[in-house]
């Protein structure tokens, strides 16, 4: 539109218009600038905000490098020892292995070899069918529980023992509930540094010929990691492949039991490892 022959006049919304264009336009040409220009500099960057994403690690270990590491530490680990009193008062404690069934005489069993061996004075507590958690009987029922038996001797004041052996385990298969018997090893333990403060405890497992041995691995970790949460050296008879099929025949007494030459066997590698745990 023109006035009086002029030049055409532009209106006020047009000039708003061009405004605007001349706006973008400066915008386009800065993005384009910082473009060109490139990232800051190191030294100029700042750190971004501490956050739940700034503590993600860049990789993660898988579970099966998890439990190798685990398994690595383990083996490593310098083993569980005992600190031997300077006069040694022993009690030993457990099922038919101990009462020395299977030997020609109970007192030609492991633990009497080993107690005269070791030259303590000692007392022997076996009780055939028992165990940490199993209390004997068909159905459990006799109350011979490692833990209620303990009790009673520490009634009585005469006798403190200041290193105690606790055996078994095979027993405590009948229960068929691992955590229950690693449960009760550990209490039993516990109980006894209650009922004989600073007593030396030693745990040995099933030491069984075979081919029971192999049938009681389960309730053998279980004993095991019972006594590891109570820190107690543990004599690993099943991993450490005392009986095998090859020596099993010589040491067998009844498939349960070993006999005299078992019991003589046991103790010797018994002493075997106990010169290791104590110092």
Known sequence: MTRNGGRPRIEAREWIKY???????????????????????VDDARPAPAGPLAATPTASASPTAAATAAATA??????????????????????SYTFGDGAARPDQGWAYLVARKLGYPATIDGVGGTGFAWG????????????????????NPAFVPNVLILQGGQNDSQLGN???VRVATTQTIEAARRFWPGVQVVVMGPSAPQPLAEELRGVNSAVRAGAAAANAPYIDAIEAGWFTSANSPGF????????SAGHAYIASRFLESWATLTR
């Open 136 to 155: 004997g009987g068909a159905q459990d029922e006799l109350g011979g529980e490692y833990e209620t038996r303990l009790r009673k001797i520490a009634a």
């Open 252 to 259: 067998d007494f009844d498939g349960a039991h070993p006999n």
């Open 19 to 41: 405004a605007a264009l001349i706006v973008l336009a400066a915008a386009a040409f800065a993005v384009a600038a910082l473009a060109l220009m490139g990232p800051p500099a």
């Open 74 to 95: 383990t083996a490593t680990a310098p083993p569980v020892r005992i600190e031997l009193p300077a006069d040694p008062v022993l009690l030993i404690l457990g099922d």
């Open 178 to 180: 691992p955590d229950e």
